[in-house]
């Protein structure tokens, strides 16, 4: 595998170490498909590849999808979504893999991207809390006054949580979102109190609960966890891209298209121990067992199509117009920020 992007780690006020979990991370932090170099290149920045919530895109390359449709993909990978954002518009990679609700963000501010592949129809994220403020915290009632950890600041588990406050009459200016990252960053600050909850995915999820460190508020990782939570389906991780270069490049989209939806198919006729067989092996983190029942919890956020679920770009504007003032106050063209006619003519 070649090396090529750093894997920067978000911590609590400079407090928190690298374990050995990162480190194991930060080997997978850039890999390139395994065909001869000569197909299309294709970089893809990826909101932390060790996620499950992006599983698809690593699996799509050890399935050999990539290389079967003549493309020469190199994934990359950062902590937060946010950060794959900014990679896309500054044109370091043709695209990104990361959650639905930048490609409306984005527009606002006069960026047009689109979600070409939908991998999800429910975030998969759930709000922990630890065991120390499990008592002070049964519902975002009681966000007021507690610091709440995100991936990053303007990432998509900032948006949920800052969206979860006010649903349930919290303003945003009455706690404080923290940027602690995914895996033992997260896990770090929440037991030594930097944190007082707040929003991961899974493995982070499945080790919390493991190690006992922390209880589930919100679970957000199925359908239903959606709807109770958000009010409807709510498209998450996806493959989304600078509208300009997919009219430019369309012949790509597709084989992109292809691949992915070939992984979803698969991924929906197969166990959460077969697709964690096929993961690198260092995502276990010598867990083989609690890393299958991690993908197991959130296999049922995935689309098997790779189609954008109805009703859910609405539910994500409502989700966003809560809090977000530049969405609130904007006319956003909801079907200029996805597209299905790739997945539709998916091979």
């Known amino acids: 595998?070649?090396?090529?992007?750093?894997?920067?780690?978000?911590?609590?006020?400079?407090?928190?170490?690298?374990?050995?979990?990162?480190?194991?991370?930060?080997?997978?932090?850039?890999?390139?498909?395994?065909?001869?170099?000569?197909?299309?290149?294709?970089k893809i920045m990826v909101g932390g590849l060790d996620k499950v919530i992006y599983l698809p895109a690593m699996l799509?390359?050890?399935?050999?999808?990539?290389?079967?449709?003549?493309?020469?993909?190199?994934?990359?990978?950062?902590?937060?979504?946010?950060?794959?954002?900014?990679?896309?518009?500054?044109?370091?990679?043709?695209?990104?893999?990361?959650?639905?609700?930048?490609?409306?963000?984005?527009?606002?501010?006069?960026?047009?991207?689109?979600?070409?592949?939908?991998?999800?129809?429910?975030?998969?994220?759930?709000?922990?809390?630890?065991?120390?403020?499990?008592?002070?915290?049964?519902?975002?009632?009681?966000?007021?006054?507690?610091?709440?950890?995100?991936?990053?600041?303007?990432?998509?588990?900032?948006?949920?949580?800052?969206?979860?406050a006010v649903k349930n009459g919290v303003k945003v200016s009455e706690f404080t979102p923290v940027a602690v990252g995914a895996g033992p960053t997260f896990i770090s600050a929440l037991q030594q109190g930097a944190i007082d909850g707040g929003m991961t995915t899974d493995p982070t999820v499945a080790t919390i609960l493991d190690k006992k460190a922390?209880?589930?508020?919100?679970?957000?990782?199925t359908p239903e966890g959606s709807r109770a939570a958000l009010g409807g389906p709510y498209p998450s991780s996806s493959l989304y891209m600078q509208t300009d270069w997919v009219n430019g490049h369309k012949d790509t989209v597709q084989k992109l298209a292809n691949a992915f939806v070939k992984t979803l198919t698969w991924m929906s006729t197969h166990s959460a121990d077969e697709i964690a067989a096929k993961m690198p092996a260092d995502y276990s983190q010598g867990d083989k067992t609690l890393y299958a029942q991690a993908i197991?919890?959130?296999?049922?956020?995935?689309?098997?199509?790779?189609?954008?679920?109805?009703?859910?770009?609405?539910?994500?504007?409502?989700?966003?117009?809560?809090?977000?003032?530049?969405?609130?106050?904007?006319e956003v063209d909801l079907s200029k920020t996805y597209t299905t006619e790739f997945v539709k003519a998916a091979k």
Do not use: W
């Open 60 to 164: 799509t390359q050890r399935l050999g999808y990539f290389d079967a449709e003549g493309l020469d993909v190199e994934l990359l990978s950062e902590p937060a979504g946010v950060q794959a954002e900014t990679a896309l518009v500054s044109g370091q990679v043709q695209g990104a893999v990361g959650f639905y609700d930048h490609t409306l963000d984005l527009q606002t501010k006069g960026k047009s991207v689109e979600s070409v592949v939908q991998f999800s129809h429910a975030p998969g994220e759930v709000e922990v809390v630890s065991r120390k403020a499990a008592g002070d915290i049964t519902s975002p009632e009681d966000f007021k006054g507690k610091k709440l950890g995100v991936t990053g600041l303007g990432s998509s588990t900032d948006f949920l949580t800052k969206y979860l």
């Open 296 to 330: 197991k919890s959130t296999l049922p956020m995935f689309t098997k199509d790779g189609v954008m679920p109805e009703g859910g770009p609405e539910t994500v504007e409502k989700v966003l117009k809560a809090f977000n003032p530049n969405i609130k106050n904007a």
């Open 214 to 221: 922390g209880k589930v508020l919100l679970d957000m990782r």
């Open 1 to 42: 595998m070649r090396k090529s992007a750093r894997y920067t780690t978000l911590a609590a006020a400079g407090l928190l170490a690298l374990s050995s979990l990162t480190a194991c991370a930060n080997d997978a932090a850039s890999t390139a498909s395994t065909g001869d170099g000569k197909g299309t290149k294709v």
